[in-house]
């Protein structure tokens, strides 16, 4: 299983832009399928997921951000509008290949087994 992510780039505060994270070598609708960011300094954070056909997402991002999957393109989107400077970092897409992830688990970066790089999102004030 590969996952490839795109889509980053600069935007100003207030613009959106959206994400892909393509699979390929296996069919994505099969997985639990997630996205993280990680900023300079801090750790890794959940961002969403699709647990399934349930959508999770941070309180951070409730109301701006909205996962996506397409499933006869082997693909998952996160679109993301009413970007803020805090949302600055690195995001990387997840899959999980070991079966429907536990509820509680679901912004849990151990419980995702197969990464994609990441793609940088740059967002100025």
């Known amino acids: 299983v590969q996952l490839q992510a795109s889509g980053g780039g600069l935007v100003q505060a207030g613009g959106s832009l959206r994400l892909s994270c393509r699979v390929s070598?296996?069919?994505?609708?099969?997985?639990?399928m997630g996205w993280f960011r990680q900023a300079p300094g801090n750790v890794r954070e959940f961002v969403s997921a699709?647990?399934?056909?349930?959508?999770h997402y941070a309180d951070s991002v409730k109301g701006r951000f909205t996962i996506s999957r397409d499933n006869a393109k082997n693909t998952v989107y996160l679109q993301m509008n009413g970007l803020k400077p805090e949302d600055t970092a690195v995001y990387s897409c997840?899959?999980?290949?070991?079966?429907?992830?536990?509820?509680?688990?679901?912004?849990?970066?151990?419980?995702?087994?197969?990464w994609g790089q990441g793609t940088q999102v740059t967002v100025s004030s």
């Open positions: 070598g296996s069919t994505s609708s099969n997985y639990d």
């Open positions: 699709f647990r399934r056909s349930e959508t």
């Open positions: 997840a899959a999980s290949t070991r079966g429907r992830i536990i509820l509680s688990q679901v912004n849990n970066p151990s419980a995702y087994n197969y």
